[in-house]
Protein backbone atom coordinates (compact mmCIF):
# COMPACT_ATOMS: atom_id res chain seq x y z
CA UNK A 1 0.00 0.00 0.00
CA UNK A 2 1.09 3.64 -0.88
CA UNK A 3 0.47 6.35 0.93
CA UNK A 4 1.98 10.42 0.08
CA UNK A 5 4.85 8.64 -1.85
CA UNK A 6 5.24 6.29 0.89
CA UNK A 7 5.44 2.34 0.12
CA UNK A 8 4.42 0.23 3.07
CA UNK A 9 4.49 -2.92 1.28
CA UNK A 10 8.31 -2.54 2.28
CA UNK A 11 8.42 0.20 5.01
CA UNK A 12 9.81 -1.50 7.75
CA UNK A 13 13.04 -1.82 5.83
CA UNK A 14 13.92 1.57 4.79
CA UNK A 15 12.87 3.46 7.72
CA UNK A 16 14.82 4.19 9.63
CA UNK A 17 17.59 4.13 7.01
CA UNK A 18 20.96 2.96 8.40
CA UNK A 19 21.76 6.50 10.16
CA UNK A 20 18.55 6.28 12.34
CA UNK A 21 16.33 8.93 10.51
CA UNK A 22 12.50 8.91 10.00
CA UNK A 23 12.65 10.94 6.91
CA UNK A 24 13.79 14.09 8.69
CA UNK A 25 13.27 12.65 12.33
CA UNK A 26 15.68 10.53 14.41
CA UNK A 27 19.15 10.33 14.37
CA UNK A 28 21.81 10.30 16.78
CA UNK A 29 22.57 13.69 18.76
CA UNK A 30 25.23 12.71 21.40
CA UNK A 31 28.50 13.29 22.81
CA UNK A 32 31.34 11.58 20.82
CA UNK A 33 32.39 9.11 23.10
CA UNK A 34 28.86 7.96 23.17
CA UNK A 35 28.51 7.24 19.56
CA UNK A 36 30.60 4.08 20.15
CA UNK A 37 28.66 2.86 22.14
CA UNK A 38 25.49 3.35 20.43
CA UNK A 39 27.66 1.82 16.99
CA UNK A 40 27.91 -1.19 19.60
CA UNK A 41 24.28 -2.02 20.33
CA UNK A 42 23.17 -0.86 16.79
CA UNK A 43 25.28 -3.91 15.21
CA UNK A 44 24.54 -6.00 18.53
CA UNK A 45 20.66 -5.20 17.59
CA UNK A 46 21.13 -6.50 13.71
CA UNK A 47 23.04 -9.58 14.34
CA UNK A 48 22.09 -11.20 17.97
CA UNK A 49 18.11 -10.07 17.78
CA UNK A 50 18.05 -11.06 14.29
CA UNK A 51 19.54 -14.58 14.91
CA UNK A 52 16.89 -17.51 15.51
CA UNK A 53 18.58 -18.29 19.32
CA UNK A 54 17.53 -15.04 20.50
CA UNK A 55 14.34 -14.80 18.52
CA UNK A 56 13.33 -18.12 19.95
CA UNK A 57 14.34 -17.41 23.27
CA UNK A 58 12.48 -14.50 23.38
CA UNK A 59 9.05 -16.11 22.33
CA UNK A 60 9.65 -18.55 24.72
CA UNK A 61 9.54 -15.49 27.65
CA UNK A 62 6.84 -13.74 26.07
CA UNK A 63 4.65 -16.87 26.53
CA UNK A 64 5.93 -18.79 29.70
CA UNK A 65 7.36 -15.71 31.63
CA UNK A 66 4.83 -12.66 30.40
CA UNK A 67 1.74 -14.54 29.60
CA UNK A 68 1.21 -13.38 25.78
CA UNK A 69 -0.38 -13.88 23.72
CA UNK A 70 -2.54 -11.08 25.15
CA UNK A 71 -6.48 -11.13 24.44
CA UNK A 72 -8.38 -9.34 22.27
CA UNK A 73 -11.82 -8.46 24.55
CA UNK A 74 -14.84 -7.06 22.51
CA UNK A 75 -16.66 -4.32 25.00
CA UNK A 76 -20.36 -4.66 23.74
CA UNK A 77 -21.53 -3.00 26.72
CA UNK A 78 -19.59 0.29 26.28
CA UNK A 79 -20.34 -0.05 22.23
CA UNK A 80 -23.95 -0.75 22.82
CA UNK A 81 -23.86 2.18 25.16
CA UNK A 82 -22.67 4.48 22.06
CA UNK A 83 -24.31 3.13 19.13
CA UNK A 84 -23.73 0.47 16.42
CA UNK A 85 -19.91 1.42 16.10
CA UNK A 86 -18.44 -1.91 17.87
CA UNK A 87 -15.30 -0.84 20.50
CA UNK A 88 -12.63 -3.60 21.22
CA UNK A 89 -9.61 -3.62 23.29
CA UNK A 90 -6.07 -5.29 23.13
CA UNK A 91 -5.42 -6.10 26.57
CA UNK A 92 -2.21 -4.90 27.23
CA UNK A 93 -2.85 -4.45 31.26
CA UNK A 94 -2.88 -8.32 30.87
CA UNK A 95 0.97 -8.03 30.53
CA UNK A 96 2.69 -9.31 33.44
CA UNK A 97 3.63 -6.72 35.51
CA UNK A 98 0.61 -4.89 34.04
CA UNK A 99 1.55 -2.68 31.53
CA UNK A 100 3.12 -2.78 27.47
CA UNK A 101 6.01 -1.58 28.71
CA UNK A 102 7.81 -4.76 29.91
CA UNK A 103 7.90 -6.30 25.73
CA UNK A 104 10.73 -3.80 24.71
CA UNK A 105 12.15 -4.14 28.15
CA UNK A 106 12.24 -8.03 28.55
CA UNK A 107 14.04 -7.80 24.72
CA UNK A 108 16.70 -5.27 25.60
CA UNK A 109 17.65 -7.25 28.65
CA UNK A 110 17.99 -10.33 26.92
CA UNK A 111 20.49 -8.68 24.38
CA UNK A 112 22.10 -7.27 27.40
CA UNK A 113 22.64 -11.10 28.67
CA UNK A 114 23.51 -12.46 24.56
CA UNK A 115 26.39 -9.34 24.57
CA UNK A 116 27.96 -10.50 28.07
CA UNK A 117 26.63 -7.27 29.86
CA UNK A 118 26.47 -7.30 33.17
CA UNK A 119 24.00 -4.22 34.15
CA UNK A 120 21.43 -2.77 32.42
CA UNK A 121 20.81 1.46 33.52
CA UNK A 122 17.82 3.88 33.14
CA UNK A 123 16.16 6.67 34.11
CA UNK A 124 12.62 6.95 35.15
CA UNK A 125 10.17 9.65 35.84
CA UNK A 126 6.50 7.94 37.32
CA UNK A 127 8.61 5.11 37.90
CA UNK A 128 6.91 2.53 35.47
CA UNK A 129 9.73 2.18 33.17
CA UNK A 130 11.83 1.55 36.43
CA UNK A 131 9.63 -1.04 37.39
CA UNK A 132 9.18 -3.00 34.15
CA UNK A 133 13.50 -2.91 33.68
CA UNK A 134 14.06 -3.76 37.69
CA UNK A 135 11.30 -7.18 36.89
CA UNK A 136 13.26 -7.67 33.74
CA UNK A 137 16.84 -7.54 35.53
CA UNK A 138 15.91 -9.81 38.02
CA UNK A 139 14.67 -12.36 35.27
CA UNK A 140 17.83 -12.21 33.47
CA UNK A 141 19.99 -11.81 37.33
CA UNK A 142 21.48 -8.53 35.80
CA UNK A 143 22.44 -5.78 38.10
CA UNK A 144 20.04 -2.33 37.53
CA UNK A 145 20.68 0.94 38.30
CA UNK A 146 17.51 3.28 38.34
CA UNK A 147 18.15 7.18 37.78
CA UNK A 148 15.33 9.05 39.25
CA UNK A 149 15.08 12.71 40.84
CA UNK A 150 14.82 13.50 44.25
CA UNK A 151 11.43 15.17 43.82
CA UNK A 152 10.03 12.18 41.97
CA UNK A 153 11.17 9.58 44.19
CA UNK A 154 9.17 11.01 46.84
CA UNK A 155 6.09 11.53 45.04
CA UNK A 156 6.26 7.99 43.75
CA UNK A 157 7.40 5.66 46.83
CA UNK A 158 5.41 2.60 45.75
CA UNK A 159 7.23 2.42 43.03
CA UNK A 160 10.57 2.87 44.45
CA UNK A 161 9.53 0.25 46.94
CA UNK A 162 8.64 -2.00 43.85
CA UNK A 163 11.79 -1.62 42.26
CA UNK A 164 14.20 -1.91 45.50
CA UNK A 165 12.30 -5.16 45.98
CA UNK A 166 12.78 -6.12 42.57
CA UNK A 167 16.57 -5.74 43.31
CA UNK A 168 17.36 -2.33 41.59
CA UNK A 169 19.69 0.12 42.67
CA UNK A 170 17.25 3.21 42.96
CA UNK A 171 20.23 6.38 42.11
CA UNK A 172 18.64 10.04 43.49
CA UNK A 173 19.52 12.53 41.47
CA UNK A 174 19.58 15.97 43.25
CA UNK A 175 20.34 18.41 40.67
CA UNK A 176 18.06 21.12 39.35
CA UNK A 177 14.60 20.59 39.53
CA UNK A 178 15.15 16.86 40.52
CA UNK A 179 12.90 15.40 38.27
CA UNK A 180 12.87 13.55 34.73
CA UNK A 181 15.29 15.79 32.71
CA UNK A 182 17.90 15.50 35.62
CA UNK A 183 17.36 11.67 35.66
CA UNK A 184 18.08 11.59 31.75
CA UNK A 185 21.02 13.25 32.34
CA UNK A 186 22.43 11.58 34.83
CA UNK A 187 21.81 8.42 33.43
CA UNK A 188 23.47 9.47 29.87
CA UNK A 189 26.28 10.58 32.15
CA UNK A 190 26.79 7.31 34.31
CA UNK A 191 26.03 5.15 30.51
CA UNK A 192 29.37 7.08 29.67
CA UNK A 193 31.57 6.10 32.25
CA UNK A 194 30.37 2.58 32.41
CA UNK A 195 29.24 1.73 29.03
CA UNK A 196 31.75 -1.41 28.25
CA UNK A 197 29.71 -3.11 31.30
CA UNK A 198 26.50 -2.12 30.83
CA UNK A 199 23.83 -1.56 28.32
CA UNK A 200 21.11 1.69 28.55
CA UNK A 201 17.45 0.88 28.28
CA UNK A 202 15.18 3.69 26.88
CA UNK A 203 11.48 3.55 28.46
CA UNK A 204 9.94 4.28 24.69
CA UNK A 205 10.75 4.89 20.90
CA UNK A 206 12.76 7.71 22.29
CA UNK A 207 16.63 9.02 22.63
CA UNK A 208 19.32 8.32 19.66
CA UNK A 209 19.68 5.56 17.14
CA UNK A 210 19.52 2.31 17.60
CA UNK A 211 16.32 3.00 20.41
CA UNK A 212 13.53 4.14 18.30
CA UNK A 213 13.81 1.57 15.92
CA UNK A 214 14.81 -0.88 18.59
CA UNK A 215 11.77 -0.67 20.72
CA UNK A 216 9.48 -0.28 18.16
CA UNK A 217 10.69 -4.05 17.02
CA UNK A 218 10.39 -5.09 20.19
CA UNK A 219 6.46 -3.75 20.81
CA UNK A 220 5.50 -4.70 17.42
CA UNK A 221 4.21 -8.12 18.78
CA UNK A 222 1.02 -6.04 19.85
CA UNK A 223 0.38 -5.25 16.47
CA UNK A 224 1.08 -8.52 15.21
CA UNK A 225 -1.17 -10.02 18.17
CA UNK A 226 -3.84 -8.22 17.19
CA UNK A 227 -4.15 -7.67 13.69
CA UNK A 228 -4.29 -12.07 13.41
CA UNK A 229 -6.72 -11.74 16.49
CA UNK A 230 -9.26 -9.28 15.43
CA UNK A 231 -9.09 -10.92 12.21
CA UNK A 232 -9.66 -14.18 13.39
CA UNK A 233 -12.81 -12.76 15.56
CA UNK A 234 -14.25 -10.90 13.56
CA UNK A 235 -13.42 -11.80 10.00
CA UNK A 236 -12.18 -8.70 8.61
CA UNK A 237 -9.90 -5.81 9.68
CA UNK A 238 -10.81 -3.27 12.18
CA UNK A 239 -11.75 0.07 10.37
CA UNK A 240 -9.80 2.47 13.02
CA UNK A 241 -6.96 2.00 15.74
CA UNK A 242 -6.48 4.10 18.48
CA UNK A 243 -3.87 4.28 21.19
CA UNK A 244 -2.50 6.32 23.28
CA UNK A 245 0.85 8.68 22.32
CA UNK A 246 3.58 9.84 25.25
CA UNK A 247 7.24 8.86 23.44
CA UNK A 248 5.05 6.63 21.60
CA UNK A 249 5.90 3.23 22.49
CA UNK A 250 2.63 1.51 22.94
CA UNK A 251 1.54 3.38 19.89
CA UNK A 252 4.19 2.46 17.63
CA UNK A 253 3.91 -1.62 18.71
CA UNK A 254 0.23 -1.28 17.70
CA UNK A 255 0.38 0.90 14.58
CA UNK A 256 3.50 -1.44 13.06
CA UNK A 257 1.26 -4.07 12.59
CA UNK A 258 -1.93 -1.83 10.29
CA UNK A 259 0.19 0.46 8.67
CA UNK A 260 0.18 -1.28 5.59
CA UNK A 261 -3.62 -1.87 5.53
CA UNK A 262 -6.61 0.50 4.79
CA UNK A 263 -7.27 0.98 7.85
CA UNK A 264 -7.26 4.44 9.89
CA UNK A 265 -5.06 5.32 12.22
CA UNK A 266 -5.02 7.13 15.63
CA UNK A 267 -2.51 8.63 17.95
CA UNK A 268 -4.02 10.36 21.11
CA UNK A 269 -2.00 12.95 22.81
CA UNK A 270 -3.13 14.33 26.12
CA UNK A 271 -4.60 17.74 26.17
CA UNK A 272 -4.35 17.95 29.86
CA UNK A 273 -6.22 21.00 31.39
CA UNK A 274 -6.06 23.12 28.07
CA UNK A 275 -3.88 24.59 24.91
CA UNK A 276 -1.50 26.88 27.05
CA UNK A 277 1.86 25.87 27.16
CA UNK A 278 2.69 24.30 30.61
CA UNK A 279 -0.95 22.87 30.39
CA UNK A 280 -0.66 20.31 28.29
CA UNK A 281 2.23 17.21 26.79
CA UNK A 282 0.35 17.10 22.89
CA UNK A 283 3.65 17.77 21.19
CA UNK A 284 2.73 16.75 17.70
CA UNK A 285 0.06 19.33 18.04
CA UNK A 286 1.52 21.66 19.13
CA UNK A 287 5.29 21.68 19.21
CA UNK A 288 8.23 22.40 16.39
CA UNK A 289 10.61 20.50 15.34
CA UNK A 290 14.34 20.43 17.49
CA UNK A 291 17.02 18.23 19.51
CA UNK A 292 17.02 16.92 22.50
CA UNK A 293 17.61 13.61 24.89
CA UNK A 294 19.71 12.71 21.37
CA UNK A 295 17.19 12.95 18.02
CA UNK A 296 15.67 14.94 16.10
CA UNK A 297 11.82 15.03 16.84
CA UNK A 298 8.77 17.72 16.95
CA UNK A 299 9.18 18.96 20.51
CA UNK A 300 7.73 21.33 22.62
CA UNK A 301 9.77 24.51 23.40
CA UNK A 302 9.88 27.45 26.14
CA UNK A 303 11.22 30.56 25.14
CA UNK A 304 14.78 29.60 25.45
CA UNK A 305 13.97 26.90 22.96
CA UNK A 306 14.55 24.63 26.16
CA UNK A 307 12.34 21.73 26.24
CA UNK A 308 9.19 23.30 27.89
CA UNK A 309 7.58 22.13 31.11
CA UNK A 310 4.97 20.02 30.32
CA UNK A 311 1.46 18.56 32.29
CA UNK A 312 -0.96 15.83 32.19
CA UNK A 313 -3.45 13.77 34.45
CA UNK A 314 -1.37 10.33 33.26
CA UNK A 315 2.40 10.82 34.65
CA UNK A 316 3.37 8.07 31.42
CA UNK A 317 1.97 10.36 29.48
CA UNK A 318 3.64 14.00 30.47
CA UNK A 319 7.09 14.02 28.14
CA UNK A 320 7.61 16.92 25.99
CA UNK A 321 8.39 15.44 22.70
CA UNK A 322 7.46 12.27 21.18
CA UNK A 323 9.30 9.54 18.99
CA UNK A 324 10.70 10.31 15.56
CA UNK A 325 8.62 7.90 13.46
CA UNK A 326 5.64 9.09 15.36
CA UNK A 327 6.84 12.85 13.69
CA UNK A 328 7.56 11.21 10.26
CA UNK A 329 4.04 9.42 10.46
CA UNK A 330 2.02 12.77 11.27
CA UNK A 331 4.02 14.69 9.13
CA UNK A 332 2.99 12.18 5.76
CA UNK A 333 -0.36 11.80 6.94
CA UNK A 334 -0.60 7.98 7.30
CA UNK A 335 -1.85 8.35 11.54
CA UNK A 336 -3.97 10.78 12.35
CA UNK A 337 -3.14 12.66 15.65
CA UNK A 338 -4.91 14.43 18.15
CA UNK A 339 -5.68 15.26 21.92
CA UNK A 340 -8.37 14.58 24.74
CA UNK A 341 -8.05 16.35 27.83
CA UNK A 342 -8.12 15.63 31.45
CA UNK A 343 -11.90 15.52 32.18
CA UNK A 344 -13.05 13.21 29.15
CA UNK A 345 -9.89 11.23 29.86
CA UNK A 346 -11.70 10.69 33.48
CA UNK A 347 -15.32 10.16 32.48
CA UNK A 348 -13.68 7.20 29.86
CA UNK A 349 -11.81 5.70 32.99
CA UNK A 350 -14.89 5.36 35.11
CA UNK A 351 -17.19 4.07 31.85
CA UNK A 352 -14.59 1.56 31.11
CA UNK A 353 -14.55 0.27 34.99
CA UNK A 354 -18.31 0.48 35.28
CA UNK A 355 -19.68 -0.99 31.94
CA UNK A 356 -16.71 -3.65 31.24
CA UNK A 357 -15.53 -4.71 34.42
CA UNK A 358 -12.17 -3.24 33.25
CA UNK A 359 -9.83 -0.68 35.56
CA UNK A 360 -7.67 0.92 33.01
CA UNK A 361 -4.20 3.27 33.18
CA UNK A 362 -5.16 6.65 33.04
CA UNK A 363 -2.91 6.74 30.08
CA UNK A 364 -4.32 4.05 28.29
CA UNK A 365 -8.17 6.06 29.20
CA UNK A 366 -6.90 8.81 26.86
CA UNK A 367 -7.58 6.12 24.31
CA UNK A 368 -10.42 4.87 25.33
CA UNK A 369 -11.78 8.75 25.44
CA UNK A 370 -10.87 9.17 21.95
CA UNK A 371 -12.28 5.91 20.83
CA UNK A 372 -15.58 6.92 22.34
CA UNK A 373 -15.66 10.25 20.75
CA UNK A 374 -14.96 8.86 17.31
CA UNK A 375 -17.96 6.02 17.19
CA UNK A 376 -20.31 8.72 18.44
CA UNK A 377 -18.96 10.13 15.06
CA UNK A 378 -19.06 7.16 12.64
CA UNK A 379 -22.33 5.19 11.77
CA UNK A 380 -21.16 1.66 11.97
CA UNK A 381 -18.09 -0.29 11.77
CA UNK A 382 -15.23 -1.25 14.62
CA UNK A 383 -12.49 0.57 16.45
CA UNK A 384 -9.51 -1.74 18.17
CA UNK A 385 -7.77 0.34 20.88
CA UNK A 386 -4.82 -0.29 22.49
CA UNK A 387 -5.28 -1.14 26.42
CA UNK A 388 -1.97 -0.05 27.19
CA UNK A 389 -1.73 -0.82 31.05
CA UNK A 390 -4.45 -1.49 34.07
CA UNK A 391 -5.36 1.00 36.55
CA UNK A 392 -4.24 -0.45 39.83
CA UNK A 393 -1.54 2.28 39.97
CA UNK A 394 -3.63 4.70 39.69
CA UNK A 395 -6.25 3.81 42.51
CA UNK A 396 -4.47 6.06 45.34
CA UNK A 397 -4.17 9.27 43.04
CA UNK A 398 -8.12 9.32 41.23
CA UNK A 399 -10.06 8.67 44.78
CA UNK A 400 -7.95 11.61 46.25
CA UNK A 401 -8.64 13.82 43.26
CA UNK A 402 -11.59 12.45 41.55
CA UNK A 403 -13.68 10.48 44.94
CA UNK A 404 -15.26 7.43 43.75
CA UNK A 405 -18.37 8.28 40.98
C1 LIG B 1 4.38 4.55 30.08
C2 LIG B 1 2.99 4.29 29.69
C3 LIG B 1 2.43 4.88 28.52
C4 LIG B 1 3.17 5.88 27.68
O1 LIG B 1 4.30 5.40 27.03
P1 LIG B 1 4.36 5.17 25.47
O2 LIG B 1 5.80 4.98 25.19
O3 LIG B 1 3.78 6.36 24.80
O4 LIG B 1 3.56 3.96 25.18
C5 LIG B 1 1.15 4.53 28.16
N1 LIG B 1 0.41 3.66 28.90
C6 LIG B 1 0.91 3.09 30.02
C7 LIG B 1 0.03 2.16 30.79
C8 LIG B 1 2.20 3.38 30.45
O5 LIG B 1 2.67 2.82 31.57
Redesign the pocket.
Known amino acids: MEHNGINFDTYFRNYPDKNGYFGRYGGSYIPEELQKAMAEITDAYYTICKSGRFISELRRIRKEFQGRPTPISHLERLSNSIGRVQLYAKREDLNHTG ?3 LNHCMGEALLAKYMGKKKVIAETGAG ?2 GVALATAAAYFGLECDIYMGAVDIKKQAPNVARMKILGANVVEVTDGLQTLKEAVDAAFAAYSREYRDCIYCIG ?2 LGPHPFPMMVRDFQSIVGIEAREQFTEMTGELPDAVVA ?8 MGMFSGFLNDPVEIYGVEPLGRGEKLGDHAASLKYGTEGVMHGFNSIMLKDENGEPAPVYSVAS ?2 DYPSSGPEHAFLHDIGRVKYDVVNDDDTIDAFFKLSRLEGIIP ?1 I ?2 SHAVAYAIKLAQQMERGSILINL ?2 RGDKDMDYIIEKYGIR
Open positions: AHKQHSVCVGGGSNAGLAESSG
